[in-house]
């Protein structure tokens, strides 16, 4: 395979990269937004019921609202929703810039073997470093809306990717 093709190749492997990511951190935001919204709410008012009535009549309300509150905050932690958010995001502008770096050594014809060496490596890097899955719902639509791109693995289900996708918007 032509330097160049590999360019490319890589080149779309980040920008699909960093759309999932972006799209599965933005998803993982909202479900811990979601959470919060779930927590304040009962949390705040038995405050408020607390400061208005007799506390020792509220006794057995106020020990369900705060296990009800203790189970999701566990539920929360254990599923690391906000660190999947996080990772998702950080990685979404890593793979950003990657590729950012690759279209820029497309434009000024610097595209040596030892510089597309350290363009895999990093790919490489950035992919080992995500631990987490991403949403199958999400992977389908990135899926279907990048076809005309190559695919990373991750979006292959296990199939060989091809050896060219279709006709590259880019010219060669």
Same mark, same amino acid.
């Given at each position: 395979?032509?330097?160049? =093709?590999?360019?490319?190749?890589?080149?779309?492997?980040?920008?699909?990269?960093?759309?999932?990511?972006?799209?599965? @951190?933005?998803?993982?935001?909202?479900?811990? =937004?979601?959470?919060?919204?779930?927590?304040?709410?009962?949390?705040?008012?038995?405050? /408020? /019921?607390? @400061? $208005?009535?007799? &506390?020792? $009549?509220?006794?057995? !309300?106020?020990?369900?609202?705060?296990?009800?509150?203790? !189970?999701?905050?566990?539920? =929360?932690?254990?599923?690391?929703?906000?660190?999947?958010?996080?990772?998702?995001?950080?990685?979404?502008? %890593?793979?950003? %810039?990657?590729?950012?770096?690759?279209?820029?050594?497309?434009?000024?014809?610097?595209?040596?073997?030892?510089?597309?060496?350290?363009?895999?490596?990093?790919?490489?890097?950035?992919? &080992? =470093? /995500?631990?987490?899955?991403?949403?199958?719902?999400? %992977?389908? &639509?990135?899926?279907?809306?990048?076809?005309? %791109?190559?695919?990373?693995?991750?979006?292959?289900?296990?199939?060989?990717?091809?050896?060219?996708?279709? &006709?590259?918007?880019?010219?060669?």
């Amino acid at each position: 395979m032509e330097p160049i =093709q590999l360019y490319i190749k890589y080149k779309d492997y980040c920008y699909v990269m960093s759309v999932l990511c972006n799209r599965s @951190g933005a998803y993982y935001a909202f479900i811990k =937004q979601i959470f919060l919204v779930i927590l304040i709410i009962p949390s705040s008012s038995m405050a /408020i /019921i607390n @400061g $208005a009535f007799n &506390e020792t $009549a509220l006794k057995p !309300v106020n020990i369900i609202v705060n296990a009800i509150v203790a !189970v999701l905050i566990a539920i =929360q932690n254990t599923l690391k929703i906000a660190e999947r958010a996080d990772i998702f995001n950080t990685m979404s502008i %890593k793979f950003l %810039k990657l590729c950012s770096e690759i279209e820029s050594s497309i434009i000024n014809d610097n595209m040596s073997n030892e510089h597309l060496n350290t363009i895999i490596n990093n790919y490489n890097s950035l992919i &080992e =470093q /995500i631990s987490f899955n991403f949403p199958e719902r999400i %992977k389908k &639509e990135i899926k279907t809306k990048n076809k005309h %791109k190559h695919l990373p693995h991750v979006l292959n289900d296990g199939t060989s990717p091809p050896e060219s996708p279709p &006709e590259s918007p880019l010219p060669v």
